[in-house]
Each structure stands twice: as C-alpha cells, then as structure tokens.
C-alpha cells in the first residue's frame, strides 16, 4: 500500500513567493495532519483536517499561513508571503479511527524540506 | 497545554550496547506511542501501547507503559548503527480527537 505522499522533496524559495505544499493521505484515513519540524522547536502541529474540514488550526503560525483539503485525497499548506524564518520540514501525517486501525496511530509522509533564502 | 518531557535528549553509544529513554507526563495518557525518524525521513511508528503495565516487543525493542499511566519507557537491546535517530514518544490529549502531543525526542548517535 502506498504511504503519505507529499511533493516537493524539496523546496529552495526567495523570500517574499508563495509556497505550496502537497499532501496525499493513505486511501481511507479520516484525519489529516501538517506538522512543522525545526531544531529548535521539534515537531509542531499546525492544523488538523477531519473529514476534509479543520478542526484545529490553533498551531498556524500566522495569518501567511493556509491550509485546504478540497477532498479526501488531497491537501495543500500555502505560505504567502514565504520568510526565512519559515524553513523547516513540513510533515504531513494522515490515520483512521475506523475499526480495523488502531485508535491514534498517525502515519507520516517523508517531508518536505523548505529552504527560505 | 500537555506536554511530554522525553530524556535523554540525546545519546552517544558504543554498538552493542543496550539503550534506555524515557518519557513523562504531568497528565494520564491512554495510549502510548513510540516513533522513530531516521535522518532525511518522517517519524515511523515503532510500537504502541494501549493498557497500563503493559510490555511490548518489536524485535530489539521493548517499550512498556507505565502503571500510573504518566510515563511510558523504550529500551533497545544490543544497538545497532541503524538505530541511529529521532525517537520520539506520543500520546493522545484528553481532549477527543485523534491529535497527538509528541515529546521532544530523544536523538540517539551509535559509534560502530
């Protein structure tokens, strides 16, 4: 079974572009997740998505910051306009809490690693 | 918010050796989760803990969750050089969803 799928691997950006990042949950998971990796902060949840709508976006940094789940097979995180202080790796984890999963275990994707020079 | 304190924060080891970390609560978790992130990848679920004073294995790995339900431990026996990495233990708040609040991690460098 394919895992999260998140695109770019990589992103190397000026200060001031917009950013896009991609995210394909596993088929049938209900929860949708964006986490934010930096040295000095770890791993920070940004927003959750059930059921396609968010639920708690209270880990958004600032308004620069958006997040979409149009359908249950895709999610966007934009940053507009992007800052340095914005590079890290942005995680996207998806789970189920249907019957045949196990309650809370997320599953994450590889990551993208954005450079805001 | 609840916060899970992991220690150590990071470890330095001769291979062959055997490994301890920890984490703890100031609240009740009900499950307990242990994540491992190797470098350039995303965190991966190692073993997961659903009763407390429960013991778990996945090969050289033995994670169990504590009686008092605000601490649960991860041990791995005999390290290897690809043990090298993040862990990182997990747990759901008590509000209802299916968030979960990570710790720190723990980074763990083993010398061959």
């Known amino acids: 079974d394919a895992g999260v799928i998140q695109s770019p691997r990589h992103e190397v950006t000026e200060m001031g572009q917009e950013v896009t990042l991609r995210c394909k949950p596993i088929?049938?998971?209900?929860?949708l997740f964006w986490y934010r990796q930096t040295m000095m902060r770890g791993l920070e949840l940004l927003i959750y998505?059930?059921?396609?709508?968010?639920?708690?976006d209270s880990g958004m940094p600032e308004d620069r910051f958006s997040a979409k789940m149009p359908n249950a097979s895709f999610s966007t995180l934009k940053i507009q306009p992007s800052e340095p202080r914005d590079s890290a790796v942005y995680f996207c984890?998806?789970?189920?809490?249907?019957?045949?999963?196990?309650?809370?275990?997320?599953?994450f994707g590889p990551g993208t690693r954005l450079t805001v020079l | 918010g609840q916060q899970l304190n992991q220690s150590p924060q990071s470890m330095f080891i001769q291979e062959g050796e055997d490994v301890s970390m920890n984490c703890t609560s100031s609240?009740?978790?009900?499950?307990w989760l242990w994540y491992k992130q190797d470098p350039g990848e995303g965190p991966v679920l190692l073993i997961a803990?659903?009763?407390?004073?429960e013991l778990t294995s996945n090969g050289r790995l033995t994670a169990q969750f504590g009686i008092t339900r605000k601490d649960s431990f991860l041990n791995i026996s005999a390290s290897i050089p690809s043990d090298v990495g993040i862990y990182f233990c997990?747990?759901?708040?008590?509000?209802?969803?299916?968030?979960?609040?990570f710790g720190g991690g723990t980074r763990l460098m083993v010398k061959p």
């Open positions: 984890a998806s789970s189920s809490t249907s019957r045949d999963s196990r309650y809370n275990e997320q599953f």
């Open positions: 088929s049938g998971h209900d929860y």
């Open positions: 998505f059930n059921n396609n709508v968010p639920i708690d």
């Open positions: 609240s009740i978790f009900n499950t």
């Open positions: 803990l659903y009763k407390a004073g």
């Open positions: 997990a747990g759901p708040p008590r509000v209802a969803g299916n968030m979960l609040t």
